[in-house]
């Protein structure tokens, strides 16, 4: 059973066997009960089982996204985002058709529209603070998107942000849909988007819908990125954050987010594994 009161002096090992149990978990396409042990008393211990779980998952991260924490569920950190990696086998590029994306039976499971920045230079490996404004001066292009949010863990979101950091951001995945070009040149008001699930419309938004903006989530991705020894590398993708807000989906059901001006992306769920 899961004890949510934490502990700062958590061994490396046990940190380890969390990592193990969610990383197995998702290998098998399987659902878990419970939080595997004690959870993670801070975001920073929460980062190294996240740390631990990337190193022992057989993939390579090609970015990362970007989650909001709600101000009573912040701490000590003052961190108002969180981070989980994205892996290369589950980045798919957006064909106009439907994409199949994989979603865990028992879990979490929900799709999120998002804009995703693409560095296009090195970040600097020693800065380990950043404005949104010097953000917007570092090089990157602007695509539309969604990502998999789901975990084997159904009551991840519930749990909080040391849950959700723990289990890879609850990513399992994300589609890159066409470019926005000279996106530093528009007004975010213009960037909205809108969710139908089964041909409901479930959620609206765009890219004012991210607090701060885009180039706030893109400073703390850089940041966070940078403080904890993973600075980011041209290439890397970074999702923004939920622009319509995080919609649960079940296998079988098909998803259309809509992005003003700029293209449809069509996803069905699938059972992962």
Not at 28 to 38: C, H, I, K, R, V
Not at 88 to 99: P, Y
Request: hydrophobic content about 40%; glycine content about 12%; charged content about 25%.
């Amino acid at each position: 059973m899961s004890n949510d009161h934490g502990n700062p002096e958590l061994p490396q090992q046990e940190l380890g066997e969390i990592a193990r149990h969610f990383t197995t978990a998702r290998r098998a396409g399987a659902s878990l009960p419970d939080f595997p042990g004690q959870i993670p008393a801070d975001l920073e211990t929460a980062y190294r089982v996240q740390d631990a779980a990337i190193g022992v998952w057989d993939d390579r991260v090609v970015g990362w996204k970007v989650g909001f924490i709600a101000p009573e569920r912040r701490d000590h950190s003052g961190d108002e985002r969180l981070l989980g990696p994205i892996f290369s086998r589950n980045l798919w590029n957006a064909t106009g058709g439907t994409i199949e994306i994989p979603v865990f039976v028992g879990g979490f499971a929900a799709v999120e529209a998002e804009y995703v920045l693409e560095l296009l230079e090195d970040a600097p490996a020693d800065k380990l603070e950043w404005t949104p404004e010097e953000a917007e001066a570092l090089p990157a292009r602007l695509y539309i998107g969604v990502e998999v949010a789901s975990s084997p863990l159904a009551t991840i979101n519930k749990l909080g942000p040391r849950v959700v950091i723990s289990d890879f951001g609850n990513n399992n995945g994300l589609v890159l849909g066409p470019e926005i070009a000279d996106w530093i040149r528009l007004d975010e008001p213009t960037l909205r988007a809108e969710t139908s699930i089964e041909g409901q419309v479930v959620g609206t938004g765009g890219a004012t819908t991210l607090p701060g903006g885009l180039r706030s989530a893109y400073a703390f991705a850089l940041a966070r990125s940078a403080r904890r020894g993973r600075p980011l590398k041209k290439g890397e993708l970074i999702a923004s954050g939920n622009a319509t807000g995080i919609h649960d989906i079940e296998v079988g059901q098909t998803a259309l987010i809509r992005f003003a001006g700029y293209g449809d992306i069509t996803c069905k769920a699938v059972a992962a594994g």
